[in-house]
């Protein structure tokens, strides 16, 4: 066992101390069910010594009698330990499956940015779900099982220590190709889980990009893909499932010399009269009943290999430790007046900086506006500001506080942030706008909405605001649900309004319509958009023009015009 293993052992087990109780119930109960097969083998030599062979009928009637009285505490017994472990088992791994979900909420956009979410997504529900029925199983049949077998083997010990040298002497032998399979299930094991999250991740990918597939007639090559990947898993998992069928039989051969050495040996003894046949066939039972215990045992320890492999995986993304959280210092950020100001700020997604030496200040309640070719950085700009990352160099103020040293969760309050990504909710139009502020009152939420010119065509809808985004038959228009996003915007009330190509999507008419309420939003909060249709920014207090990350030119639209500068091309390829 390597220190990896040690370690995974070590926090299942910690996760599973809150449920002690219902192991150690567990525990005492496959104690008993042990005991009742133990009782079984030894019964077998009364039953022949002093029934059969000294044919003493008046004993007859109670064999049936201890026959069904052991099945039934047997059967009790058997209940009350699957039940409690089976709870036990679930309720630890559904306390790492939790874990698991909230850790990976906390973590950065970075990490999301080089994972996939399919990947993600497989270990929370794959791996854990290897873990859970791995748990149970290993649970169950390993604690009674391994009970059951000292208990016979102590019995055999008992019986006639000898024999039982004999029959136990092939035991050792049968570690080596036990842990050599156990070795080779775990790394399968793990490296089937890898493809399957491959396979989640193009499900993921091909299913929510469908209408691309089917605009490009791929439909065969994504399936011959996904039957690829799918021979891929194959692949591992018929390891796994070789060795795991190996198992089994490589213990029963091995056995079979011990055995083979009983018979020999046993009825030797019995014939020269150091031994009762009832001795002989009470010892010969219990190697006999060990059979179960052995075999399932090394099944139970082929499943722990697979449970460590999938464990590891869960514990990976479970030590990943967030890029972006609250420094240890932070403080709370009241409701700022939204003075915001980038100094000196340098940021790098990978190595490439991507935005150099940016200053910038924005006053409250001002409209700031950047423009600029695309990948110019205008978005890394409202991400940095969101704390989605945090710059390589400089600093990033509002109200003059570094935003590193505020908690996360009331920067997040003063930012109301719209992109072109119109992420929707499945859930009805209303909790969708009122998903940043879930207090809101139904008026509330209407009011928003009218302010964004959301009103008008929600109500056009068969059930208004009660639709669900998901309903048969809704579509929404990209302009729709912009404004649904500029809504919820809306509804936030922050003080810090973030607008990343919000009204991209909108024809010409709404978004003259969307352009005066958000003019009115913007009256008392500071204002950061993004636009390419200059139309959309032509009133703001400060253009900054970004290329390459870098600022070229700032100043107002009238003042920018004069110039001969970027802005000025711009304005002309739009307008002329
Ligand atoms: N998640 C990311 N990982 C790596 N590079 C990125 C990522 N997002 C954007 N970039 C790169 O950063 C640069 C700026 O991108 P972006 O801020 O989106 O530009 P804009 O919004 O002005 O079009 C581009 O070169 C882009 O390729
Ligand atoms: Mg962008």
């Not at 790394?187 to 299913?207: A, K």
């Amino acid at each position: 066992m390597n220190n990896n293993t040690a370690t995974v052992y070590h926090r299942i087990f910690q996760y599973s101390r809150p449920y002690l109780g219902r192991i150690f119930t567990a525990l005492a109960a496959s104690l008993l069910v042990a005991g009742t097969d133990v009782s079984l083998a030894k019964l077998v030599q009364p039953l022949i010594d002093k029934i059969i062979v000294a044919q003493n009928m008046a004993l007859v009637h109670v064999v049936p009698v201890i026959v069904v009285g052991l099945a039934l505490v047997k059967g009790t017994c058997r209940f009350v330990q699957e039940y409690f472990i089976k709870t036990a088992g679930q309720l630890t791994v559904q306390d790492i499956r939790n874990d698991l979900y909230g850790h990976s909420m906390s973590l950065s956009m970075g990490y999301f940015s080089r994972n996939s979410t399919g990947n993600l997504m497989s270990r929370i529900l794959n791996d854990v779900g290897i873990l859970q029925r791995s748990a149970a199983d290993v649970l169950v049949d390993g604690v009674r099982e391994s009970f059951t077998l000292i208990g016979l083997m102590a019995l055999a010990f008992y019986n006639d220590w000898k024999l039982a040298s004999i029959a136990f002497v092939v035991l050792p032998l049968a570690v080596v190709p036990g842990s050599f399979i156990g070795r080779k299930i775990k790394v399968n094991t793990r490296r089937g889980q890898e493809t399957i999250g491959n396979l989640t991740r193009l499900l993921q990918e091909t299913l929510s990009g469908i209408k691309v597939i089917k605009a490009f007639g791929t439909e065969q090559r994504e399936t011959e893909s996904f039957r690829q990947e799918n021979l891929r898993f194959y692949h591992f998992i018929r390891k796994v499932l070789k060795y795991d069928s190996a198992a089994a039989p490589a213990v029963e051969i091995l056995s079979s010399f011990g055995i083979a050495a009983v018979f020999w040996y046993g009825i030797h003894r019995v014939l020269s009269g150091a031994m009762t046949q009832g001795e002989l066939f009470s010892f010969i039972a219990a190697i006999f009943m060990m059979y179960t215990p052995v075999k399932r045992l090394t099944r139970v320890s082929n499943n722990i290999q697979r449970a460590v492999g999938a464990a590891e995986r869960v514990f990976e993304v479970l030590d990943v430790v967030p890029e972006i959280c609250d420094a240890p210092q932070a403080v709370p950020l009241g409701r700022v007046r939204g003075e915001v100001a980038f100094d000196g700020v340098g940021f790098a997604y990978e190595k490439e900086l991507v935005i150099r030496e940016l200053s910038l200040k924005i006053a409250p309640g001002e409209v700031g506006a950047l423009v600029g070719p695309s990948g110019g950085g205008k978005s890394t700009v409202v991400g940095l500001l969101s704390r989605f990352y945090d710059p390589q160099h400089g600093t990033i103020c509002i109200d003059d506080q570094d935003i590193r040293q505020v908690t996360l969760d009331s920067l997040k309050r003063n930012i109301a942030l719209v992109d072109q990504e119109t992420f929707l909710f499945n859930d009805s139009i209303r909790n969708n706008i009122r998903y940043g502020r879930p207090e809101a009152t139904d008026a509330e939420v209407e009011e928003a909405a009218r302010l964004a010119y959301a009103d008008a065509f929600i109500r056009e809808l068969p059930k208004g605001y009660d639709n669900h985004i998901g309903d048969r038959g809704l579509r929404l228009s990209g302009g729709q649900r912009q404004r649904l996003c500029i809504a919820r915007a809306i509804l936030r009330d922050a003080p810090i309004l973030l607008l990343d190509e919000a009204t991209s999507a909108l024809d010409t008419e709404s978004e003259a319509m969307v352009q005066k309420a958000l003019a009115n939003l913007m009256k008392n909060r500071t204002t950061i958009v993004v636009a390419h249709r200059l139309s959309t920014v032509m009133h703001a207090d400060k253009i900054v023009v970004l290329e390459d990350g870098r600022v070229r030119e700032v100043g107002r639209h009238a003042e920018l015009l004069k110039g001969d500068g970027l802005y000025r091309r711009l304005y002309e390829m739009q307008f002329k």
